[in-house]
Structures are given as structure tokens and as C-alpha cells.
């Protein structure tokens, strides 16, 4: 199974013609195996059947020797007709190519198993005792292998394609109170028709494989084009619709694909929507809170108001972002990411914060560079905020670039390494600011860089070190 599980074909196309030819295989064989069975069948039954009647007709003759000599003109003629008539018949079933030993004790034969429906049927025919065997011509006793043996061997020998006999036929019978042994070798099986086996194998494999290859495409294009299809779909892109072609139930995958498809733009239209009126109905009043605030005498109670609206402010825009960063209409450009990473730095230039950058070779890739620059200012930040530093490298390699930005802060528990990237999970429960953000920087983080077919990761040693890898398409 294991071998099977290897070898085996990962395409739908591949598996059908794969199934197909190991069942053609298989039914081949099967049929290999009746067929050299019935030719070895009638290599026995032939050289039987001409030791079985060879000895009918020798008994007849011994009949005609044994006749006394008929006084009657017209009955010496039908006697010599009968014995003409006899020689003829041991000529046609090729009887005169025997050697016939005599004994007046059975030969015990090691090797030859009896037929017993030849040796049934031969008994009948004769009326007398007969044994008709199978066994190898190695065993068989050098006085069944006279002249008429050896000839009839060379004669198979000489047929095209042939092969050396290897087993041998053997008959014995009472005759006079004596038993009579005659041997034939059995037709052996020709190379011819082993050949022509393979040769049909092979015309079937062509023309049934050929059918079955074009069928099996039709039916695997429409499924390669809703494999392209899905593999593109996202929220991002969702694509076109497919056309519906191929078998039934093909037809109806597609279709039901179009119709999930259709199902999830109308969801996402109206989730725009829905986002829309949300950032218009809360920033409004929002914005109208912070007016009215600024009317407040208490200047402490003032700048408490006016720092949790601005947390506010700071938490819807955070969410709309994470919600419509599938929706982002900004297009793909070609960046230096070298001079993208040094206008984020330039950011926190004005805070005096403690970040080292050390650039590999130059790297050039399609990013949306608003975007990529605001996941990396969510990390810079995080590094700032809880390890006090970041150090920001870059590396590059055949298939794609990393940035990695370490700090030497306290680090985050392995277990919760990926919990953190989760919507509002803050390993600093405060929602203030200052010391715990809003819990959505890294899920916004990660979900820019997985648009972008890259992914991140997050290490915990001596501090924490983050790996963007990103694709250099």
C-alpha cells in the first residue's frame, strides 16, 4: 500500500487512465492466464487423443492379424480393404510416429499423474484396461524414446517460435495378456503466442487508453479551471464566474461554485455597507463628544475625556481597517523594500527611539506599499512599546525575502505565540494606550502580509523576533 501510495498518481486525469490501465492489467492477465491454460490443455488433449485411438486402431489391427485367411475371393478383398482402411487411419492421426514397448509387468512411472477422464473414456472405447498419464519427458524410460519420439520432437522444433517439449503424454494397456507403452511429446506452447498475447495487450492498452484519456479530459478541464478558480479566490479576488461544462455532476459543482460565489460578493457588498454606515454613525457623534468635551473646565477630567474618545477613534479605525483589508483598492507597485522600511523608520524619528536597520542586497518586490508600511509600523511599535528596541534585517533567496525585526524585551510565552495574533488578545489586559493598544495590531499585521501571499512568525528567545517571509512576485 505504501508503494501504491508513493507511485500513485495526484491528478484526477492521471488517476483515471492509472486506474484503467491496472484494470486492463489485471483483466489481461486473467485472460493470459486462460488462454496459455486452454493452449497447454490442447497440447494434452491432442497428444492423448492420438495415443488413445492410435491404440484403438493397433488393437483393431491385431484383430485383422489374428483373422484366419477368408476362403470366400469377396471376403479377402473386404479384409484387405480393412487393413487398408487401418493403416490410413494410423497415418492420419499420425499413429506410425510411435514407439510401442511391450512388458508383462507394469511400469511403475515416478513423475506421471493419471488423467482420469482420458484413461475413463480410452477403457470405454478399447474394452480394456487403459492408463493414460502426464509427466516430464526426463522421467520417461529411454525405450519409450526410440526413433518415432525423437522425430516427432524435432518436428516441433522445427515449427516457428517454437520451444523444446518438456512434457510427454504416456499410454498403457493390456493387450494378449501383455502391456503396451506408447509416448508422445506434448506441443509445446509457441513464443508466437505469447507474442501475439502481448501484442493484443498493447493494441488495447492504445485504443482503449486513447478513448478513455480524451473522456477523461473533458472531464478534468472543467474541474482544473474551478481548481484555477479557487485557488485565486479571496477576499482579494473572487474571480469570474465559470462556465458550466462537462458531465452532470460536474455541471452542478460549477454551478453551485458560481452560485457561492455570487452568495459571497452580495455578503461582502453588504458588509461595505454595513462598515460604511458604522464609521459614519459613530465617528460622527464621536467627533461631536469631542467638541462638547472641550467645553469642560477640569482640565484633568478634559484630558481623560478627550484621551478615551481618542481610544476610541483609535479602536474603530483599527476595525474598519481589519475589516475592509480585503476590500483595499490599492494596486501592486514595485518597491525598494529598503527605502520602504526607512520611511516607516522615519516615523518614530521625531520619538528618538532606539531602531537599527541593516539592509541586505538590494530587494525589488510588488507590494501595496501603504499597506505593507502599516503592518510594519504596527510591529515597530509593538518592539518599542514592550522591548524597549527593534532591529530590523533584511535577507533574500531565490523564492522570496524576509524581514526580521527582534527586540530584547521580555518575550512572549511559547504557548500563546499564536494566540497573540488574535482580535483583541492583549498579554497587557490595560486598554490603555500607552501599555496594552487596542489588540489588533498583529491581527492586522498578519492578515496585510498574508494578502500579500507571505506569512509571519513569532519567536521568543532572549526577546521577541519576528519573521515576515513575503513573495518576490
Known amino acids: 500500500m505504501r ?10 486525469y492521471s488517476q ?3 486506474a484503467a490501465a491496472i484494470a486492463l492489467l489485471i483483466a489481461q492477465i486473467i485472460n493470459a492466464i486462460f488462454l496459455l491454460g486452454s493452449l497447454r490443455e490442447r497440447g494434452v488433449n491432442e497428444a492423448g487423443n492420438i495415443l488413445m485411438n492410435s491404440a484403438a486402431i493397433r488393437l483393431q489391427a491385431d484383430g485383422f492379424e489374428e483373422a484366419e485367411r477368408p476362403e470366400n475371393r469377396e471376403d479377402r478383398r473386404a479384409l484387405r480393404r480393412q487393413r487398408r482402411e487401418q493403416r490410413r487411419n494410423l497415418n492420419a492421426i499420425g499413429a506410425r510416429n510411435l514407439d510401442y514397448y511391450q512388458t508383462k509387468e507394469p511400469l511403475i512411472l515416478s513423475g506421471f499423474a493419471q488423467d482420469d477422464a482420458l484413461s475413463e473414456r480410452a477403457s470405454s472405447i478399447m474394452s480394456t484396461q487403459v492408463i493414460i498419464g502426464k509427466g516430464p519427458i526426463a522421467m520417461l524410460p529411454q525405450t519409450l524414446k526410440g526413433r518415432a519420439f525423437k522425430r516427432q520432437n524435432q518436428r516441433y522444433l522445427r515449427s516457428p517460435n517454437a520451444n523444446l517439449p518438456q ?3 504416456i499410454i498403457s494397456f493390456q493387450n494378449k495378456g501383455q502391456w503396451i507403452y506408447a509416448a508422445r511429446p506434448i506441443r509445446p506452447l509457441s513464443n508466437r503466442a505469447i507474442w501475439a498475447l502481448i501484442a493484443q495487450t498493447l493494441l488495447l492498452y492504445v485504443i482503449l487508453l486513447s478513448v478513455l484519456a480524451i473522456i477523461a479530459r473533458q472531464i478534468s478541464r472543467p474541474l482544473d479551471r474551478l481548481k484555477e478558480a479557487m485557488e485565486q479566490f479571496g477576499p482579494n479576488n473572487l474571480g469570474q464566474e465559470i462556465d458550466s461544462k462537462g458531465p452532470h455532476d460536474v455541471r452542478e459543482l460549477i454551478d453551485n461554485y458560481n452560485d457561492m460565489r455570487a452568495r459571497i460578493s452580495a455578503l461582502l457588498s453588504e458588509k461595505d455597507v454595513m462598515l460604511g454606515a458604522i464609521g459614519h454613525d459613530l465617528k460622527t457623534p464621536l467627533a461631536s463628544l469631542r467638541v462638547r468635551v472641550e467645553s469642560i473646565e477640569n482640565d484633568e477630567e478634559r484630558a481623560k475625556m478627550i484621551h478615551s474618545i481618542d481610544d476610541m477613534n483609535v ?5 474598519l481597517m481589519l475589516a475592509r483589508l480585503g476590500k ?4 501592486m507597485q514595485k518597491t525598494d523594500i529598503a527605502s520602504l522600511i526607512e520611511t516607516v523608520i522615519d516615523d518614530f524619528s521625531e520619538q528618538d527611539e532606539n531602531i537599527q536597520f541593516t539592509p541586505s542586497a538590494p530587494i525589488t518586490a510588488s507590494v501595496k506599499p501603504v499597506l505593507l508600511r502599516r503592518a510594519l509600523r504596527n510591529i515597530i511599535s509593538n518592539a518599542l512599546r514592550y522591548g524597549g528596541n527593534a532591529d530590523i534585517e533584511t535577507a533574500a533567496n531565490d523564492d522570496g525575502y524576509s524581514i526580521i525585526i527582534s527586540d530584547n524585551g521580555p518575550g512572549i510565552d511559547p504557548q500563546k505565540l499564536e494566540s497573540v495574533f488574535e482580535p483583541f488578545e492583549r ?3 490595560s486598554r490603555n494606550k500607552i501599555s496594552g493598544g487596542s489588540g489588533l495590531g498583529l491581527t492586522i499585521s498578519r492578515a496585510i502580509i498574508r494578502a500579500h501571499g507571505g506569512e509571519i512568525i513569532l519567536q521568543s528567545d532572549n526577546g521577541l523576533r519576528v519573521i515576515i517571509t513575503l513573495p518576490l512576485r
Open 315 to 319: 479602536m474603530l479605525n483599527d476595525i
Open 328 to 331: 483595499s483598492n490599492e494596486e
Open 167 to 169: 512434457e510427454a503424454m
Open 3 to 12: 508503494f501504491l501510495k508513493i507511485f500513485w498518481p495526484k491528478s484526477l
Open 16 to 18: 483515471i487512465l492509472m
Open 427 to 429: 498579554l497587557e489586559r
